[in-house]
């Protein structure tokens, strides 16, 4: 399989501007994709947070396995960081979000207090492509404010935000330089978080289909059909319950792996999470 490696000239002037800005900054808001906790949480950032207290926000959870992503935050939690599992979309996000936000900052607000100062805490609003902190941001301050996409790349400067007792300021989606682990790179490909012009579309799917035979192969029958266990087999079954046919029978495979890795996307196969906290216990969140 190709070498997955994506870091765009945009995102090294992004880290530096994040670098500047770092100073003003009270606190971070680092933004994981709950399907893939450990692939989009990115060292660098943590790194730049240079201590400052995180809120890991674990979005999109529901597109996710309630059971890994409530596994997820406990394994931050017991790292010493805030963590909460969130749908920007849904009922009580921003009540949830809000309050975590309170929580991990109130030690500088009673310090600031005592000092006399009243501005509002300042927080850096982080995190790979396409995890949603732009629509955060905007279920935050309850208008739309910051400019949102489905596919990675779409924050390319930065912008404060006044929000209701804090400040935020959006970044970019930034990436590590290098991906060391090639399965988390393939996780960040599956939900988008790296430019699809770069990747192997039948690579991808054909990998995804791999891993969902391992840890859901429920989901493979009850949407496919599938009972094969070699990756191309059971993207032919995909072809053929969605009629992806040619003429005289053979298989479109390029629109079959385009729909499935759509269908994942959308949550449409169902709440799949690729990793396990388990697994991934030595993440450095």
């Given at each position: 399989m190709k070498h997955i490696q994506w870091y765009p000239g945009h995102m090294t002037k992004a880290m530096r501007m994040m670098g500047e800005e770092i100073g003003l900054c009270d606190a971070a808001l680092c933004v994981l994709d709950a399907r893939c906790a450990a692939a989009s949480f990115n060292p660098k950032l943590k790194e730049l947070f240079q201590g400052r207290p995180v809120l890991y926000a674990l979005n999109k959870a529901d597109l996710a396995d309630p059971a890994e992503t409530d596994a997820f935050v406990r394994l931050i939690e017991g790292k010493g960081a805030f963590a909460v599992k969130t749908a920007a979309t849904?009922?009580?996000?921003k009540r949830a979000l809000v309050q975590k936000i309170a929580a991990m900052t109130a030690p500088l607000r009673e310090k600031n207090a005592e000092k006399g100062l009243t501005r509002p805490v300042r927080v850096m609003v982080a995190g790979v492509p396409n995890t949603g902190k732009s629509t955060i941001i905007n279920l935050l301050k309850g208008e739309?404010?910051?400019?949102?996409g489905d596919k990675a790349g779409v924050t390319r400067g930065k912008q404060w935000i006044r929000c209701e007792g804090f400040d935020l300021l959006d970044t970019p989606g930034t990436m590590p330089p290098a991906f060391e682990n090639q399965t988390?790179?393939?996780?960040?490909?599956?939900v988008g978080s790296i430019n699809d012009d770069i990747l192997e579309t039948d690579?991808?799917?054909?990998?995804?289909?791999?891993?969902?035979?391992?840890?859901?192969?429920?989901?493979?029958r009850e949407k496919f059909a599938c009972e094969e266990s070699e990756p191309l087999a059971m993207l032919e079954c995909v072809c053929r319950r969605r009629g992806f046919l040619q003429r005289g029978g053979a298989f479109d495979y390029e629109r079959g792996e385009k729909a499935l890795i759509d269908d994942f996307r959308k949550g449409k196969l169902?709440?799949?999470?690729?990793?396990?906290a388990e697994e991934y216990a030595e993440t450095g969140y």
């Open positions: 849904g009922m009580g996000a739309k404010k910051a400019v949102t988390l790179a393939r996780h960040l490909a599956y690579e991808i799917a054909l990998a995804l289909l791999g891993e969902l035979r391992e840890r859901y192969p429920a989901i493979l169902g709440r799949i999470s690729l990793e396990r």
